[in-house]
C-alpha cells in the first residue's frame, strides 16, 4: 500500500515510497500535477538556467500516441479484417482513467513551457504554443503546431551570447501529415530565449535544411567543440545527425553531421570526444565516439558493438550520462547498464550475463536487466548529483494493466524506479511504485540546483509531476541512516545478507520480495498471445518498435517484512534454494525511528561471488592500468590467500585491509585509478566473505583458488 513520504514503515510491508536519506536526499513533491491541468503529461525537457528552473511539457500523449497508432494502423492493415484496428489500437482508448476528445484534432495540444523561481516558490507558465497549423478535413482545423518541447540547452553563442535552446516536436505524427493531401505542416524547431520570457523560433526559412526537416521531432541537443549537435526524426525519438556553429541563425548553417541513415538516440561529450548511442534494428545498439574534426559529415570511431552482445540485444541507447569519470549508458528493452572506461573498454552494470568477444561479462550490481523488472522498460533518465549517479526507469505497467488477468500479475511491480548508487554497484531505491503513484510511469529528466536534485515524471492520466530531493542533516534523529553495502550470499540453507552496520541502529529490518519469471504467463494469457501475435505481423509496417520477449520475464511481488535482527546480517531460511529474491534493509534508531531502505540485492545474484581466484585475475588483468601497484597488490593478495587456507583469518583480513589501504593511498599514481576503484569494490566485497568463513557461515573452499 502507498504510504506519504513522511510515514514511518509498516511491521509487515515495505516501503511503498522509499525516500532517501543522510547522506542522501529527501524527496517532496515540488509542483501539482501537470500544473494544474491534467493534459501536461510529461516534463519532457527541464534546465536550471539563470537561477531558474524551466519545465517544458508535451500534450496529451496517450491520446496522441493512440490516434497516432489508429489512423497510421488503418492505412497498412488489409481493409479485409474489419474491426481490427480498433480491436488493436481503438480511438478514443478504452481507460475509464484516461480522458481523449472524441476527435483527435480536438485535443489541447499546445506545449507549455514553465518557469520555477526560488525566490517565490512559485511557478509561472512564460511560453505555450501557438495554434497556427492547419489539419485539412471536412472542416479545416487549426492545431497547435508544437506539441512538446523534447530537450532544453543553455548555450553561449560565438559572440558569448547566453541564450536557453528548446527543442520541440510538432503532431503532425498524430495525424499521419506526411506531404500527402495537399498538406504542408510546419517542421519541428528550435525556440531561443536570452530572458527566459521572450522565446523566438530559430530561422526555417522554406527551401533551407531547417525549412524543410521532414520528421515530427528535434530530440537530443549537446554542445561540443564550438557547435551545436541535434537530433532529428520521428516521435520514437531517434534520428539524424544534424550540426551548425551559428545556432541561433538558423536555416542552412545547420547541415548533417553523419549519413543520413546514421540514427542517434542519445549523445554527450565525454572523454574529450562526442559519444553516441546509435540504433541498430538488426545487431544491436552500438555506441560511438568522434572529435568532430574538419567539416560535416564526421568521421565515427566505433567504441560498443552489437547491443553489448547480448544475444536478444536492445536497439536503442536511451540515456547517457558521465559519472566519476566514466560513461554510463542506459539502453531500452531490455534495460540494460553498461559502464564505458576512459581507455574504451566497458564493464556491465546492469543486465543479462552474456559471452563477449573478450569472454563472458556479468552485471556488476548482481541484477538482470530493469532490475529484475521486466517491466522496468528502459533506463530512461540519468543525472549525478552531489556525488552520486541518480537514475530513472520508463515502467510498462500501467499501459498492460488493462489486458484480461493482468493487473493482479503486473500492478505490484508498476510505477516508476528511481534508483542513486555511488559506485555502479549498490543501488539504494528513492522510489518503486512512482512516489506513491504507479501512473507515474517514467522519469522523463532531472536537474541538479543549488536548491536540491529536480525530477520531473510522465504521467498519461494525471499529469506530470515534479519532484524535489534536498538534504537532511547527517545527525537528524529523525532521518537515521539506512544500512549500506548490503551483499547476499546463497547458501545450503538459504539467503545469507550482510550489511555495513548503520550509525545508532539498535535493530534492522529485512524486507523480502519474491520475483518469478512470467513469460510463461504471458504466452498463456490467450488474448495477449494474440494480440501480440497480431501486433508483430501488422504494427511493425507502420514502424512501431516491438522487441521480442527475452528468455526471462522477470517480474517481482510487493516487498514484505521477514525479520527483525540486532546484528548486521540475517540468513533466509525460508527462501527456496531455487527461488529468486530481491533484498533489502532498513534500519531504527533507539527512538523508534526507521530509516529508508539500504541498497537493494537480488538472490541469488546474476553474477558469480568473488573469490581470491577471481580478484586475482582481475589484478593480472588491470596490471597495465595499475602501473607499478600492480605487482605489489599481486604479492598482499598471495598472502592473504595463503593465510586463508589456513584459516587464519585475522591475518588474511590484515593482509586485505592493508591492500586496500595502499591502492587507496597511491590510487592517484596508478595509471588508471577508476581502475583501482573497480579493484577496491573486489576487495571488500572478498574482505566481506572472509568474514563469514571466519563466523562457519560460508564454506572456507568457497573463497579460494588462487595458485
Known amino acids: 500500500m502507498a504510504m506519504q513520504l513522511s510515514s514511518t514503515l509498516s511491521d509487515t510491508t515495505g516501503p511503498a515510497i522509499p525516500a532517501s536519506s543522510p547522506p542522501r536526499l529527501q524527496f517532496a513533491p515540488a509542483s501539482q500535477p501537470g500544473f494544474g491541468d491534467p493534459f501536461n503529461t510529461w516534463a519532457w525537457s527541464m534546465a536550471w538556467w539563470q537561477g531558474k528552473l524551466y519545465v517544458g511539457t508535451n500534450r496529451a500523449w496517450f491520446c496522441c500516441e493512440q490516434a497516432a497508432k489508429n489512423i497510421g494502423l488503418s492505412k497498412k492493415l488489409p481493409l479485409r479484417i474489419p474491426g481490427l484496428v480498433q480491436a ?49 478535413g471536412r472542416t479545416d482545423r487549426h492545431v497547435s503546431r508544437e506539441v512538446g518541447y523534447r530537450y532544453m540547452l543553455p ?83 531517434y534520428g539524424f545527425l544534424m550540426v551548425s556553429d551559428d545556432p541561433a541563425a538558423g536555416n542552412d548553417t545547420f547541415r548533417l553531421a553523419a549519413p543520413e541513415s546514421f540514427k542517434v538516440f542519445d549523445m554527450i561529450e565525454y572523454n574529450d570526444h562526442l559519444y553516441l548511442g546509435v540504433r541498430d534494428e538488426e545487431g544491436g545498439y552500438a555506441v560511438v565516439k568522434t572529435n568532430a574534426a574538419g567539416e560535416p559529415p564526421f568521421q565515427f570511431t566505433p567504441v560498443l558493438r552489437r547491443g553489448a552482445y547480448l544475444a536478444k540485444p536492445s536497439t536503442n541507447v536511451i540515456s547517457m550520462r558521465v559519472f566519476r569519470g566514466r560513461l554510463y549508458v542506459g539502453t531500452d528493452r531490455p534495460a540494460e547498464i553498461v559502464r564505458i572506461n576512459p581507455d574504451d573498454s566497458w564493464d556491465l ?22 532490475f529484475n523488472n521486466y517491466l522496468n522498460g528502459h533506463i530512461w533518465w540519468m543525472r549525478e548529483y552531489e556525488g552520486r549517479l541518480y537514475l530513472g526507469t520508463m515502467n510498462m505497467g500501467m499501459v498492460l494493466r488493462t489486458l484480461p488477468d493482468a493487473e493482479e500479475l503486473l500492478m505490484p511491480a508498476a510505477g516508476v524506479s528511481v534508483y542513486e548508487t555511488d559506485d555502479g554497484a549498490h543501488f539504494y531505491p528513492v ?11 517514467g522519469l522523463r529528466t532531472m ?122 546480517r540475517y540468513r533466509d531460511e525460508d527462501a527456496s534454494l531455487d527461488g529468486h529474491y530481491m533484498y533489502y534493509v532498513v534500519a531504527e534508531n533507539e527512538q523508534g525511528i526507521r530509516s529508508v531502505p539500504g541498497n537493494v540485492v537480488t538472490a541469488p545474484s546474476f553474477a558469480p561471488a568473488v573469490t581470491f581466484a577471481s580478484v586475482s585475475s582481475m589484478l593480472g588483468g588491470s596490471a597495465g592500468r595499475l602501473g607499478p601497484l600492480a605487482a605489489g597488490a599481486q604479492a598482499r593478495l598471495t598472502d592473504a590467500a595463503a593465510d586463508a587456507r589456513l584459516a587464519r583469518w585475522a591475518d588474511a583480513t590484515e593482509s586485505l585491509r592493508a591492500l586496500e589501504g595502499s591502492l587507496a593511498a597511491d590510487r592517484e599514481t596508478a595509471a588508471s585509478p577508476w581502475a583501482v576503484d573497480d579493484c577496491l569494490l573486489a576487495l571488500r566485497r572478498l574482505e566481506r566473505r572472509v568474514a563469514l568463513a571466519a563466523a562457519g557461515l560460508v564454506p572456507a573452499g568457497a573463497l579460494l583458488g588462487v595458485d
Open 349 to 370: 552494470i546492469l543486465g543479462t550475463p552474456r559471452r563477449t568477444p573478450d569472454g563472458w561479462r556479468y552485471p556488476l550490481s548482481g541484477f538482470d536487466a530493469g
Open 155 to 237: 548555450v553561449t553563442e560565438p559572440d558569448g551570447t547566453e541564450a536557453l535552446y528548446v527543442a520541440s516536436v510538432t503532431p503532425k505524427f498524430v495525424f499521419w501529415l506526411y506531404g500527402k493531401g495537399g498538406h504542408t505542416f510546419p517542421p519541428p524547431g528550435l525556440l531561443r530565449t536570452t530572458d527566459g520570457v521572450n522565446f523566438t523560433r530559430v530561422p526555417q526559412d522554406p527551401g533551407t535544411f531547417m525549412g524543410e526537416l521532414p520528421r515530427n521531432t528535434l530530440r537530443t541537443m549537446v554542445s561540443y567543440g564550438g557547435k551545436l549537435f541535434v537530433t532529428h526524426g520521428p516521435a520514437r525519438g
Open 88 to 136: 488493436l489500437v481503438k480511438y478514443p482508448p478504452d481507460d475509464p482513467a484516461v480522458t481523449c476528445t472524441p476527435d483527435p484534432r480536438d485535443l489541447p495540444l499546445r506545449a507549455e513551457i514553465w518557469r520555477w523561481s526560488p525566490e517565490t516558490d512559485l511557478w509561472e507558465r512564460v511560453y505555450q504554443a501557438p495554434e497556427d497549423a492547419v489539419v485539412r
Open 447 to 568: 536537474v541538479g540546483t543549488e536548491h536540491g536534485l529536480f525530477l520531473g515524471t510522465a504521467n498519461n492520466w494525471t499529469g506530470l509531476e515534479i519532484w524535489r530531493g534536498t538534504p537532511v542533516s547527517a545527525d537528524d534523529p529523525a532521518h537515521p541512516a539506512p544500512p549500506e553495502r548490503t551483499e547476499v550470499e546463497m547458501t545450503a540453507t538459504g539467503s545469507l545478507l550482510t550489511w555495513e552496520p548503520a550509525p545508532g541502529a539498535v535493530t534492522y529490518h529485512v524486507f523480502r520480495a519474491a520475483f518469478h519469471d512470467r513469460r510463461g504467463t504471458i504466452e498463456r494469457n490467450r488474448m495477449l498471445a494474440n494480440i501480440l501475435r497480431l501486433v508483430r505481423r501488422f504494427l511493425q509496417r507502420t514502424g512501431m518498435y516491438l522487441p521480442v520477449l527475452p528468455d526471462r520475464v522477470w517480474i517481482p511481488e510487493h516487498f514484505q517484512a521477514v525479520a527483525i535482527v540486532s546484528e548486521p
Open 431 to 441: 522510489t518503486l511504485d512512482g512516489f506513491g503513484k504507479p501512473t507515474n510511469f
